[in-house]
């Protein structure tokens, strides 16, 4: 009897448990329900008190689209996006160490030599092609996961060169997220010289707002300078050269009025700051030079950032523009500004024939649909949009992040990391060819035959530029990089046939995380 007994107590104190824990998944389960309840319903009250045609609808729209999407994403490419989360983990933990480590040294800078000899470089013997920055660079996911402070992992963020086959040439880290890449032009006769054409500088500009940017070498990724923004000032993420390759123009943002100013650098004096004009706008963000030789086109996005948050702190009254200043004098050419005052006017391409490319990223509400590729030349009197298929701007998600243009052949690519997709447009008849689903890409840069001399108007030469293959290099945050050729015969074709594939795909994989720009020499 005794034994029996004890059998039953055991029973009933191993159920007792089980039934708790029953009870508290229960729980669980019921406040996460009505927790996530209430705060779409605290969203969505405070989205119709802004936009009364607000529905329920879109949260069970986007939801559905979500699941559809991972039901068709091949599961290599799940497994690149779990690298990718874990590698932005790490580099989250870095960039806090770093932020810190800067904030005991009391913004003290380095010297040159100092600086060079903290970057790792790694060199392959070819000529590179591309240029990007990379977020994560590649490391033992294993280790640094395990690493709670990430100790093990000196730096996370980089740059590469690329060679025509998209393989990696050389790579070098970054003690901070590096964004913009600009490449010192050279002269048309000395770009078919691969000497000549190796023998030049890029900059790699901080991730805005930052107070640095470096120049690297070329050829071998090697940094030969580390630039402080100078006192009040720091830097917007982009700049660009003078045709020549003697000047380079910065954007910045004075921290104390918060207008936007173009800083000028000697690059033949070791990149010293010798003057600085007014943006004529707030946030200025992508610079480029007019085929002209003479004139700066600036993109002030409007908007006014706080430094240590990167907050956005006028999204309702933000003013946008594209200003033509006079590269030499700093006087005011043109300003234009978009209709909608939340178009922040971010991203530039220039076709040779001096039309300026350009990306939009709407800070409005999510469901307006509003033109998000834009182009401009000098005179006239406001943007004109291309022409996007039943008007679904909203396949961007509001969301331009690079803009590229192919002159020779009349091609736009544009990239949006948020609306996971690369676009390429056809620039005779404005209208959209295609657009290629590529999660997370961001880069965006010409395909270009690297050995066609555009001097030459023989018939060989202008056969082998018909053969030459037209489209865009997109890099991507899972590690892909991926030539996007346009078909000829579908773009002939476009407005009769529906089934013919119009760009064709190919990718390369990476252990890395490309970051928002690439740039082609």
């Given at each position: 009897?005794?034994s029996?007994?004890?059998?039953?107590?055991?029973?009933s104190?191993?159920?007792?448990?089980?039934n708790?824990?029953?009870v508290?998944?229960?729980?669980?389960?019921?406040?996460a329900v009505?927790?996530t309840?209430?705060l779409?319903?605290?969203h969505?009250?405070?989205?119709?008190?802004?936009?009364?045609?607000?529905s329920?609808w879109?949260?069970?729209a986007g939801?559905?689209?979500?699941?559809?999407?991972?039901?068709?994403?091949?599961?290599?490419?799940?497994?690149?996006?779990r690298?990718?989360?874990?590698?932005?983990?790490?580099?989250?933990?870095?960039a806090?160490r770093?932020?810190?480590?800067?904030?005991?040294?009391?913004?003290?800078s380095?010297?040159?030599s100092?600086?060079?000899?903290?970057?790792?470089t790694?060199?392959?013997?070819?000529?590179?092609?591309?240029v990007?920055?990379?977020a994560?660079?590649?490391?033992?996911?294993?280790?640094a996961?395990?690493?709670s402070d990430?100790?093990?992992?000196e730096?996370?963020?980089?740059?590469?060169?690329?060679?025509?086959?998209r393989?990696?040439?050389?790579?070098t880290?970054m003690p901070?997220?590096?964004?913009d890449i600009?490449?010192?032009p050279?002269?048309?006769?000395?770009k078919?010289?691969?000497k000549?054409?190796?023998?030049?500088?890029?900059?790699?500009m901080?991730?805005?707002?930052?107070?640095?940017?470096?120049?690297?070498?070329t050829?071998t990724?090697q940094?030969?300078?580390?630039i402080?923004?100078?006192?009040?000032?720091?830097?917007y993420?982009?700049?660009?050269?003078?045709?020549?390759g003697?000047?380079?123009?910065?954007?910045?943002?004075?921290?104390?009025?918060?207008d936007?100013?173009?800083?000028?650098?000697?690059?033949?004096?070791h990149y010293?700051?010798?003057?600085?004009?007014?943006s004529?706008?707030?946030?200025?963000?992508?610079?480029?030079m007019?085929p002209?030789?003479?004139?700066?086109?600036?993109?002030?996005?409007?908007?006014?950032?706080e430094?240590a948050?990167?907050e956005e702190l006028?999204?309702?009254?933000?003013?946008?523009?594209?200003?033509y200043?006079?590269?030499?004098t700093?006087?005011?050419l043109e300003?234009?500004?978009?209709?909608h005052?939340?178009?922040?006017?971010?991203?530039?391409?220039?076709?040779?024939?001096?039309t300026?490319?350009?990306?939009?990223?709407f800070?409005?509400?999510?469901?307006?649909n509003?033109?998000?590729?834009?182009?401009?030349?000098?005179?006239?009197?406001?943007?004109?949009?291309?022409?996007?298929?039943?008007?679904?701007w909203?396949?961007?998600?509001?969301y331009?992040?690079?803009?590229?243009?192919d002159?020779e052949?009349n091609l736009?690519?544009?990239?949006?990391?948020i609306?996971?997709?690369?676009a390429?447009?056809?620039?005779?008849?404005?209208?959209?060819?295609?657009?290629?689903?590529?999660?997370?890409?961001?880069?965006?840069?010409?395909?270009?035959?690297q050995?066609?001399d555009?001097?030459?108007?023989?018939?060989?030469n202008?056969?082998?530029?018909?053969?030459?293959?037209?489209?865009?290099i997109?890099?991507?945050?899972?590690?892909?990089l991926?030539?996007l050729?346009?078909?000829?015969?579908?773009t002939a074709?476009?407005?009769r046939?529906?089934?013919v594939?119009?760009?064709?795909?190919?990718?390369?994989?990476?252990l890395?995380?490309?970051d928002?720009?690439?740039?082609?020499?």
């Amino acid at each position: 009897m005794y034994s029996l007994d004890t059998k039953t107590a055991g029973k009933s104190q191993e159920q007792q448990p089980n039934n708790e824990l029953l009870v508290t998944s229960a729980l669980t389960t019921l406040s996460a329900v009505m927790g996530t309840a209430a705060l779409v319903g605290i969203h969505h009250s405070f989205r119709k008190h802004k936009q009364p045609d607000a529905s329920l609808w879109d949260y069970v729209a986007g939801m559905g689209a979500q699941l559809q999407l991972i039901n068709l994403t091949p599961k290599r490419e799940l497994v690149q996006f779990r690298h990718a989360c874990q590698q932005a983990a790490v580099a989250w933990q870095q960039a806090y160490r770093s932020q810190r480590d800067d904030d005991e040294q009391n913004n003290k800078s380095h010297s040159v030599s100092d600086f060079s000899a903290a970057h790792t470089t790694t060199i392959l013997p070819r000529p590179v092609c591309w240029v990007s920055g990379v977020a994560s660079m590649p490391k033992n996911i294993a280790l640094a996961t395990e690493d709670s402070d990430g100790s093990h992992n000196e730096h996370d963020f980089g740059v590469v060169g690329i060679d025509a086959d998209r393989q990696i040439v050389w790579q070098t880290t970054m003690p901070e997220r590096v964004h913009d890449i600009v490449v010192q032009p050279i002269s048309d006769k000395q770009k078919f010289s691969t000497k000549n054409n190796q023998a030049r500088d890029v900059v790699v500009m901080g991730r805005r707002p930052s107070v640095r940017f470096w120049v690297l070498d070329t050829a071998t990724g090697q940094v030969k300078f580390a630039i402080k923004a100078s006192t009040h000032r720091h830097f917007y993420g982009h700049a660009c050269y003078s045709l020549d390759g003697k000047l380079l123009y910065v954007t910045e943002n004075d921290t104390l009025s918060l207008d936007g100013k173009i800083g000028i650098y000697n690059a033949c004096d070791h990149y010293q700051k010798i003057a600085e004009y007014d943006s004529h706008g707030i946030g200025p963000h992508e610079l480029i030079m007019h085929p002209d030789g003479e004139t700066l086109v600036i993109a002030n996005g409007g908007i006014k950032t706080e430094q240590a948050s990167r907050e956005e702190l006028n999204l309702d009254t933000m003013r946008p523009s594209l200003v033509y200043l006079n590269r030499h004098t700093g006087d005011l050419l043109e300003q234009i500004m978009p209709e909608h005052n939340q178009r922040s006017v971010r991203h530039l391409a220039m076709h040779d024939d001096g039309t300026v490319m350009i990306g939009i990223q709407f800070q409005g509400e999510k469901h307006i649909n509003v033109p998000l590729v834009l182009t401009h030349q000098r005179g006239e009197s406001d943007f004109k949009p291309l022409i996007m298929p039943n008007d679904q701007w909203q396949r961007f998600h509001q969301y331009i992040a690079s803009v590229a243009v192919d002159s020779e052949r009349n091609l736009l690519c544009v990239t949006t990391p948020i609306g996971g997709c690369a676009a390429i447009y056809d620039l005779n008849t404005r209208t959209l060819i295609d657009d290629i689903s590529l999660p997370d890409c961001a880069g965006a840069a010409v395909l270009a035959n690297q050995h066609i001399d555009k001097a030459g108007d023989n018939n060989a030469n202008v056969k082998a530029k018909a053969n030459a293959h037209s489209g865009f290099i997109v890099s991507d945050g899972q590690g892909q990089l991926t030539a996007l050729t346009v078909n000829h015969l579908a773009t002939a074709e476009l407005a009769r046939v529906d089934n013919v594939e119009r760009i064709f795909i190919n990718s390369k994989y990476h252990l890395m995380s490309f970051d928002n720009h690439l740039q082609a020499l």
